[in-house]
């Protein structure tokens, strides 16, 4: 009798080290899996969303840059405009490089549409303020800070 009990205590020591040993190798499968989508995360949508801050930063800019020229008339201000429109088309030819799935391609697209209606209607404020005409660019401007806050 006790032969079958020590036998059972080996067969159960047995069958739980099997367990174990599955698993421990479960465990490192999915760790693996993880491993290669953190990977792919890093290598693909970091510099993807890299480029989209960008794109946002020099919206941000062009913004700030025609309303200061609309308050002030100083032309730094245009200056810092042009500068945040070339950043922006430069950030936009990446990120647009960058996407290779529909749904980042789509993201570009959007982002570049809403570049451009702030940038017509920021063109037509700074045309107000060059014509003096100081009421209509501060409404402008007022519907640029609105087009932009309902984009997101």
């Given amino acids: 009798m006790k032969m079958s009990i020590h036998q059972s205590l080996w067969a159960a020591f047995a069958a739980l080290m099997v367990l174990i040993a599955t698993g421990v190798l479960l465990n490192l499968v999915v760790l693996n899996l993880e491993k290669r989508q953190n990977y792919r995360v890093h290598q693909v949508y970091e510099p993807l969303m890299e480029k989209m801050l960008s794109m946002d930063r020099d919206l941000a800019m062009m ?19 042009d500068e945040a429109v070339r950043n ?3 950030s936009s030819a990446a990120a647009a490089d960058l996407a ?8 570009v697209s959007g982002l570049r549409q809403h570049f451009q209606k702030l940038k ?6 700074i045309r107000l303020s060059d014509a003096g005409d100081l009421e209509g660019s501060t409404k402008k401007m007022l519907s640029a800070a609105r087009q932009r806050r309902s984009a997101f």
């Fill in 63 to 81: 913004l700030g840059a025609a309303r200061g020229y609309t308050l002030s008339r100083r032309t730094e201000f245009l200056a810092q405009y």
């Fill in 88 to 90: 922006f088309e430069k």
């Fill in 100 to 107: 290779e799935e529909p749904r980042d391609e789509a993201m």
């Fill in 120 to 125: 017509e209607i920021s063109d037509e404020q």
